[in-house]
């Protein structure tokens, strides 16, 4: 569905990726974690053309898409869910949602989608005539994935999934995101709660300084010695003794 290969990006002079190569299979749930400024939101976006790569391939369903602009990957189904939710705060909430299906793709579809999203986040649909900006964080959080939804996507990222959540938000976001998978949409996320991203994943990717550094399934990062140490906050002493 996504296969990057070989890929670089900069912003003027300062390298941020240096040569990723990922892969994410049709109806996967794929989590990017790693530290502050590793580069996984670089990463996103320069897949949704915000940032324009250097070198290497991003190939979408098998067709070359490096360098194309954001507006043409919407109208592919290539939609991000950017860090910090970005809703416009003085419109309603369901302008907020409409304003999703702007493209060719998605505007057929929208009275149906709205009532797919105001199912899935029932909070959206009683708060439609609220100002966007005055929403909680969580409600937030939701607005911005449901208008991501709106666009009929084939393959959603979504940046910082549960970043500034309480935990009970957090898993009514995760509950979301496999009914989003259920529905057959591909979801490529950034996660800085690793423990979360990696329960929930098919497959996650660590990214440091730019560069993969290790990928494997969920499960099997959950049990990496190295990600226990570094992300999970555990050492194998710790457990011996537990
Ligand atoms: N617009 C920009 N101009 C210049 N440098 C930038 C820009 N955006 C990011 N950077 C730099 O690129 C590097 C990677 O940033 P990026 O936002 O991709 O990291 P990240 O992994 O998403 O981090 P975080 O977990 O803190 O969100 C950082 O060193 C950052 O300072
Ligand atoms: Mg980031």
Redesign the pocket.
């Known amino acids: 569905m996504l296969e990057i290969t070989n890929l670089h990006a900069a912003y003027g002079d300062a390298k941020v990726l240096y040569g990723i190569y990922l892969k994410v299979e049709p109806g996967e749930v794929v989590a990017i974690v790693g530290s ?1 400024g590793a580069g ?3 990463l996103l976006r320069s897949i949704c053309g915000v940032v324009r790569p250097t070198e290497g391939s991003i190939r979408l369903n098998g067709e070359e898409v490096a360098g194309k602009r954001t507006h043409e990957l919407v109208d592919k189904g290539l939609i991000m869910v950017p ?1 910090g939710r970005r809703l416009f705060p003085r419109m309603s909430v369901r302008r907020n949602l409409e304003i999703g299906a702007y493209s060719n793709r998605a505007r057929p579809h929208l009275a149906e989608r709205l009532d797919y999203v105001y199912r899935l986040f029932p909070i959206l649909k009683e708060r439609s005539e609220q100002l966007g900006g005055t929403l909680s964080g969580g409600q937030q959080q939701m607005c911005a994935i449901a208008r991501g939804l709106v666009a009929t996507p084939e393959v959603l990222m979504i ?2 999934v549960s970043l500034g959540l309480a935990p009970v938000m957090i898993s009514r976001v995760y509950d979301a995101i496999k009914a989003i998978r259920d529905l057959g949409v591909t979801l490529l996320m ?1 996660e800085q709660n690793v423990n979360q991203a990696l329960s929930v994943a098919d497959r996650a990717y660590v990214i440091q300084h730019g560069r993969v550094a290790l990928s494997g399934t969920g499960k099997e990062l959950q049990g990496n010695e190295e990600v226990r140490r570094i992300y999970l906050g555990l050492n194998s002493t710790e457990e011996e003794l537990s």
Do not use: L, R
């Open positions: 502050n996984k939101t670089t860090e940046d910082e950034v």
